[in-house]
């Protein structure tokens, strides 16, 4: 009698304490991405090749699976007439983002997200929204990508990518998103390899499982470089350059 009540007690101690560490863990991956099973993969669309070079460069730093974005209608001009074409699409999207039609038609994928643990995004800004071939990817795969680790990587000319940050999230709205994205532009790129291997130390990345351990204590410190992709010491006080992802101008 005594071993059986002794029983029950023990079993309703250790069900309390499970459902508290669920709970604190839960608040501690909403904040920030933590390990999970699954392999890294790296999605990327591009239409100048800046967005495949970024591509072969991480890959070369990391062991993961790639899958590129491709639009169905072939040989499109998107900048054509001073972007006529491309700014349409992205104005049917921001017209009716909850639409199928609204986005256009990219190829079949086939690739099954259950098997990976971490995504990478590789995407092109077009006037300072997510490309639309690869906002079509998002519509249609992002729901499967809920509870994954999400990395983001941008490639523009020069504009910031704080609306592709917010178009990502809107597509992919229950990723675990690292703290940092990764922004190149015409001011770096020729520094991408040095960028991206910070990055992936920013975000500690661990190669020996191709996903993401992030620190739940103190945030991390603000990463600052200059517009040749060389990190400061400390903030300016005046000038042009990039903090964690975003540019700034004092």
Known sequence: MKRTFLSKMLLTVVSLLAVACSSDDAGQVNAQPTASA?????????????????????????????????????????????????????????????????????????????????????????????????????????????????GLIVSSASSGISQVVADCKRLVPDGHYFIENLWINNSNRSNRSNLIQ?????????????????????????????????QLAQEPSKGVYIKNGQKVVR
Not at 45 to 58: E, G, H, P, Q, W
Not at 130 to 141: P, R, T, V
Not at 204 to 224: F, L, V
Request: glycine letters at 6%; a neutral charge; proline letters at 5%.
């Open 38 to 150: 699954g392999k890294t993969l790296v999605v990327y669309y591009s239409y100048t090749n800046n967005c495949r070079d970024i591509m072969t460069t991480l890959t070369s730093q990391i062991e993961a699976d790639v899958l590129e974005i491709q639009p169905a209608e072939k040989g499109l001009h998107y900048e054509a007439n001073n972007y006529e074409l491309g700014t349409q699409l992205l104005n049917a999207i921001k017209a009716n983002p909850n639409d199928a039609s609204s986005y256009p038609a990219i190829d079949p994928v086939s690739t099954d997200l259950t098997n990976y643990g971490t995504i990478i995004i590789i995407t092109p800004l077009w006037w300072s929204q997510m490309a639309a071939n690869m906002q079509s990817y998002l519509f249609n795969y992002g729901p499967q990508m809920a509870g994954k680790n999400i």
């Open 198 to 230: 910070n990055w992936l130390t920013a975000i500690n990345y661990q190669q020996t499982t191709g996903i993401s351990k992030q620190k739940t204590a103190a945030k991390a410190p603000a990463r600052i470089f200059d517009m040749n992709g060389r």
